[in-house]
């Protein structure tokens, strides 16, 4: 979620110091340099800072200030409680620097004027402040065009600003309604549970094909086929004077005929198959993991509580 309209510092508000700690050290590792990085929270133990006149705490007080780094501030500022000349506050980096220019070392009163010095509206950088009066921690990067980068990891280690907290107010108020706490008799407390609803869709799970191929094989007929045959007889003649003359070269002609096979082929339908599809019913078990509400209730002294069940619960 990008809530900073690609500004060139990006702010994150942290309600615990350690996350913002690390949100820091995720900084470092994704190549963000200590001078693009500032931090400003509220020093709880004034008492045990170095007095302002002692030459060791200015000095470390100066160095803070000045931006000697992030980690001087979480080992110097909070372990040892040294304390930078700009009052009960814990700063480095850019932020520092802008507050000592915006409030001459004024606490608080300059951190708007920091913000503002920034490039932030002065409405959330009010808004940044109040934040800070009540305890949070707040984190600025000079994003040098890397804005989506650095509040994706301020995010993710538990920060927000003002465009969320305005996004959640509007959007939500019967939200932050329903939260509040109910001290009058006679109010409803609706108890929610999830339920599963399943849903069918057609998907493409395989795919037939039917096709022919053409296959040879040598086949054989038995086909009867007629000849004829020359039959020569040869019997003795009663030896009768004959009226004809011997004719030399006579001869004669007895055409002799067969049967000769001719095959061809034609193609004939031996089978017909029919393709289409049909519809199967069958079971399949789903499953879920949801979630329901239980109601819970708490007594404090002498209350008498009596339970009892109404009506029929409506199906879903």
């Given at each position: 979620m990008q809530t900073?309209h690609?500004?060139?510092?990006?702010v994150?508000?942290?309600?615990?110091?350690?996350?913002?700690?690390?949100?820091?050290?995720?900084?470092?590792?994704?190549?963000?340099?200590?001078?693009?990085?500032?931090?400003?929270a509220?020093?709880?133990?004034t008492?045990?800072?170095?007095?302002?006149g002692?030459?060791a705490?200015?000095g470390a007080?100066t160095?803070l200030?000045?931006?000697?780094?992030?980690?001087?501030?979480?080992?110097l500022g909070?372990?040892?409680g040294?304390?930078?000349?700009?009052?009960?506050?814990?700063?480095?980096?850019?932020i520092a620097?802008a507050l000592?220019?915006?409030a001459g070392?004024?606490a608080a009163g300059?951190?708007v004027?920091?913000?503002?010095g920034?490039?932030?509206p002065?409405?959330?950088?009010?808004?940044?402040?109040?934040?800070?009066q009540?305890?949070r921690?707040?984190?600025t990067?000079?994003a040098?065009g890397?804005t989506e980068?650095?509040?994706?990891i301020?995010?993710r280690?538990?920060?927000?600003?003002?465009?969320?907290?305005?996004?959640?107010t509007?959007?939500?108020?019967?939200?932050?309604?329903?939260s509040?706490?109910?001290t009058?008799a006679g109010?409803?407390?609706?108890?929610?549970?999830?339920?599963?609803?399943?849903?069918?869709?057609p998907?493409?799970t395989?795919?037939?094909r039917?096709?022919?191929?053409?296959?040879?094989?040598q086949?054989?007929?038995?086909?009867?086929?007629t000849?004829e045959?020359?039959?020569i007889?040869?019997?003795p003649a009663?030896?009768h004077a004959?009226?004809?003359?011997?004719?030399?070269?006579e001869?004669?002609?007895i055409p002799?005929?067969?049967?000769?096979?001719?095959?061809?082929?034609?193609?004939?339908?031996?089978?017909?198959?029919?393709?289409?599809?049909?519809?199967v019913?069958e079971n399949e078990?789903?499953?879920g993991?949801v979630?329901k509400e239980?109601?819970?209730?708490?007594?404090?002294?002498?209350v008498e509580?009596?339970?009892?069940?109404?009506g029929?619960?409506?199906?879903?």
């Amino acid at each position: 979620m990008q809530t900073t309209h690609q500004r060139s510092t990006v702010v994150g508000v942290f309600n615990d110091r350690a996350r913002a700690q690390e949100a820091v050290r995720a900084l470092k590792q994704a190549g963000f340099r200590e001078e693009q990085i500032g931090v400003v929270a509220r020093h709880e133990e004034t008492e045990h800072a170095v007095a302002e006149g002692s030459k060791a705490g200015a000095g470390a007080a100066t160095g803070l200030a000045a931006g000697a780094g992030i980690a001087a501030l979480w080992s110097l500022g909070i372990s040892l409680g040294v304390l930078p000349v700009i009052g009960p506050i814990l700063a480095a980096g850019p932020i520092a620097a802008a507050l000592l220019s915006a409030a001459g070392g004024a606490a608080a009163g300059g951190l708007v004027g920091a913000l503002i010095g920034l490039g932030i509206p002065e409405d959330e950088a009010k808004y940044y402040e109040s934040e800070f009066q009540s305890g949070r921690t707040i984190v600025t990067v000079h994003a040098e065009g890397r804005t989506e980068e650095a509040w994706t990891i301020l995010h993710r280690h538990g920060a927000y600003n003002r465009e969320m907290v305005a996004a959640a107010t509007t959007t939500a108020p019967a939200a932050h309604a329903a939260s509040a706490v109910r001290t009058h008799a006679g109010e409803t407390v609706k108890v929610h549970e999830e339920q599963l609803h399943a849903t069918k869709r057609p998907v493409e799970t395989g795919e037939v094909r039917v096709r022919k191929e053409v296959h040879t094989e040598q086949q054989t007929l038995n086909v009867p086929v007629t000849r004829e045959e020359v039959v020569i007889e040869r019997r003795p003649a009663s030896g009768h004077a004959s009226t004809s003359d011997i004719r030399p070269g006579e001869e004669v002609r007895i055409p002799v005929k067969e049967e000769k096979v001719h095959v061809e082929k034609e193609a004939v339908v031996k089978e017909e198959v029919s393709v289409g599809k049909r519809k199967v019913t069958e079971n399949e078990k789903v499953s879920g993991t949801v979630r329901k509400e239980e109601v819970k209730v708490e007594r404090e002294g002498e209350v008498e509580v009596h339970s009892r069940t109404t009506g029929t619960p409506k199906k879903p």
